[in-house]
């Protein structure tokens, strides 16, 4: 049975930090990814990693947001900088199987003076 299991979200003032966590286990994952839901909108792509250990980046989130992953632990992470209130949202992360993919439970983030 695959498993999400996410950590981390918060409450952080303006230029703050936060680092999320994604615990995966249950398959072999390939790409991980971060997205997120701002109140009100639609889902959107934050960041992507493969097994390898390429990146993408939403232009938004360029050089603020760093992702990495722990391939021995199935753990991916968001290490998040300079906060700006435009990344409140919950933050989802996602992890693809050779023929599925997956999401974990969503974790609040919340960037407010």
């Known amino acids: 049975q695959v498993q999400l299991v996410e950590s981390g979200g918060g409450l952080v003032q303006p230029g703050g930090s936060l680092r999320l966590s994604c615990a995966a286990s249950?398959?072999?994952?390939?790409?991980m990814a971060w997205y997120r839901q701002p109140p009100g909108k639609q889902r959107e792509l934050v960041t992507g990693i493969s097994k390898g250990g390429s990146t993408n980046y939403a232009d938004s989130v360029k050089g603020r947001f760093t992702i990495s992953r722990d391939n021995a632990k199935d753990t991916v992470y968001l290490q998040m900088s300079s906060l700006k209130p435009e990344d409140t949202a919950v933050y989802y992360c996602?992890?693809?199987?050779?023929?599925?993919?997956?999401w974990g439970q969503g974790t609040q983030v919340t960037v407010s003076s």
């Open positions: 996602n992890a693809n199987t050779i023929d599925n993919t997956y």
């Open positions: 249950g398959s072999i994952f390939y790409a």
